[in-house]
Nanobody, 119 residues
Framework: QVQLVESGGGLVQPGGSLRLSCVVD????????MGWHRQAPGKLRELVLE???????TAGDSVKGRFTISRDSAKNTMYLEMNNLKPEDTGVYYC?????????????WGQGTQVTVSS
Protein backbone atom coordinates (compact mmCIF):
# COMPACT_ATOMS: atom_id res chain seq x y z
CA GLN A 1 0.00 0.00 0.00
CA VAL A 2 1.30 3.44 -0.96
CA GLN A 3 1.14 6.25 1.56
CA LEU A 4 0.77 9.88 0.57
CA VAL A 5 0.84 12.59 3.21
CA GLU A 6 -0.25 16.14 2.46
CA SER A 7 0.63 19.22 4.45
CA GLY A 8 0.60 22.99 4.11
CA GLY A 9 -3.08 23.79 4.17
CA GLY A 10 -4.57 26.55 6.29
CA LEU A 11 -6.48 29.81 6.36
CA VAL A 12 -5.39 32.55 3.99
CA GLN A 13 -6.86 35.85 2.86
CA PRO A 14 -7.98 36.42 -0.73
CA GLY A 15 -5.00 37.26 -2.89
CA GLY A 16 -2.66 35.34 -0.62
CA SER A 17 -0.50 32.30 -1.29
CA LEU A 18 -0.01 28.81 0.07
CA ARG A 19 2.29 25.91 -0.73
CA LEU A 20 1.07 22.37 -0.31
CA SER A 21 3.36 19.37 -0.07
CA CYS A 22 2.73 15.69 -0.68
CA VAL A 23 5.31 13.19 0.53
CA VAL A 24 5.20 9.71 -0.97
CA ASP A 25 6.73 6.64 0.61
CA UNK A 26 8.44 5.56 -2.61
CA UNK A 27 9.93 7.08 -5.76
CA UNK A 28 7.53 9.44 -7.48
CA UNK A 29 8.71 8.11 -10.85
CA UNK A 30 7.10 4.73 -10.17
CA UNK A 31 3.76 6.38 -10.94
CA UNK A 32 2.28 7.12 -14.34
CA UNK A 33 1.39 10.55 -13.04
CA MET A 34 0.64 12.42 -9.85
CA GLY A 35 -1.63 15.30 -9.15
CA TRP A 36 -3.69 17.48 -6.88
CA HIS A 37 -7.46 17.37 -6.70
CA ARG A 38 -9.81 19.37 -4.52
CA GLN A 39 -13.31 19.08 -3.18
CA ALA A 40 -15.42 21.99 -2.04
CA PRO A 41 -18.40 21.46 0.27
CA GLY A 42 -21.33 20.05 -1.67
CA LYS A 43 -19.33 19.64 -4.85
CA LEU A 44 -17.61 16.82 -6.68
CA ARG A 45 -13.87 16.33 -6.43
CA GLU A 46 -12.13 18.08 -9.32
CA LEU A 47 -8.69 18.08 -10.88
CA VAL A 48 -6.43 20.98 -9.94
CA LEU A 49 -3.12 20.05 -11.58
CA GLU A 50 -1.31 16.88 -12.50
CA UNK A 51 2.21 16.10 -13.63
CA UNK A 52 3.45 13.18 -15.71
CA UNK A 53 6.80 11.42 -15.51
CA UNK A 54 8.05 13.34 -18.56
CA UNK A 55 7.20 16.64 -16.88
CA UNK A 56 4.04 17.46 -18.83
CA UNK A 57 1.32 19.07 -16.76
CA THR A 58 -2.44 19.35 -17.06
CA ALA A 59 -4.36 22.06 -15.24
CA GLY A 60 -7.97 22.63 -14.41
CA ASP A 61 -9.35 25.76 -16.07
CA SER A 62 -10.03 27.58 -12.82
CA VAL A 63 -6.39 27.56 -11.66
CA LYS A 64 -4.47 28.23 -14.88
CA GLY A 65 -1.95 31.00 -14.39
CA ARG A 66 -2.31 30.98 -10.60
CA PHE A 67 -1.25 27.51 -9.44
CA THR A 68 1.94 25.62 -10.23
CA ILE A 69 2.78 21.96 -9.70
CA SER A 70 6.32 20.73 -9.15
CA ARG A 71 8.21 17.82 -7.67
CA ASP A 72 11.47 16.94 -5.97
CA SER A 73 12.43 13.38 -6.78
CA ALA A 74 15.19 13.32 -4.16
CA LYS A 75 12.59 13.99 -1.48
CA ASN A 76 9.78 11.93 -3.05
CA THR A 77 7.68 15.05 -2.75
CA MET A 78 5.21 16.87 -4.97
CA TYR A 79 4.23 20.48 -4.42
CA LEU A 80 1.36 22.77 -5.27
CA GLU A 81 2.16 26.47 -5.26
CA MET A 82 -1.02 28.48 -5.07
CA ASN A 83 -1.00 32.22 -5.72
CA ASN A 84 -3.71 34.88 -5.91
CA LEU A 85 -6.05 32.64 -3.97
CA LYS A 86 -9.78 33.23 -4.24
CA PRO A 87 -12.62 32.23 -1.92
CA GLU A 88 -13.74 29.68 -4.52
CA ASP A 89 -10.41 27.89 -4.06
CA THR A 90 -11.61 26.81 -0.62
CA GLY A 91 -11.82 23.06 -0.16
CA VAL A 92 -9.99 19.93 0.85
CA TYR A 93 -6.96 19.33 -1.35
CA TYR A 94 -5.97 15.74 -2.04
CA CYS A 95 -2.74 14.34 -3.36
CA UNK A 96 -3.18 11.59 -5.94
CA UNK A 97 -0.78 9.07 -7.44
CA UNK A 98 -1.82 6.87 -10.35
CA UNK A 99 0.04 3.65 -10.97
CA UNK A 100 -0.13 1.70 -14.21
CA UNK A 101 -0.32 -2.02 -13.55
CA UNK A 102 -0.89 -4.97 -15.86
CA UNK A 103 -4.52 -4.86 -14.76
CA UNK A 104 -4.97 -1.17 -15.49
CA UNK A 105 -4.65 2.00 -13.47
CA UNK A 106 -4.63 2.06 -9.69
CA UNK A 107 -5.15 5.28 -7.74
CA UNK A 108 -3.76 6.19 -4.34
CA TRP A 109 -4.98 9.15 -2.30
CA GLY A 110 -3.75 11.14 0.64
CA GLN A 111 -5.96 12.07 3.57
CA GLY A 112 -6.41 15.64 2.34
CA THR A 113 -5.51 19.05 3.69
CA GLN A 114 -7.97 21.88 4.21
CA VAL A 115 -7.49 25.18 2.41
CA THR A 116 -9.74 28.05 3.41
CA VAL A 117 -9.63 31.38 1.59
CA SER A 118 -11.50 34.01 3.52
CA SER A 119 -11.13 37.55 4.80
Amino acid sequence: QVQLVESGGGLVQPGGSLRLSCVVDRSIFTFHHMGWHRQAPGKLRELVLEIYTDGRTTAGDSVKGRFTISRDSAKNTMYLEMNNLKPEDTGVYYCNARELTRFGYRDYWGQGTQVTVSS
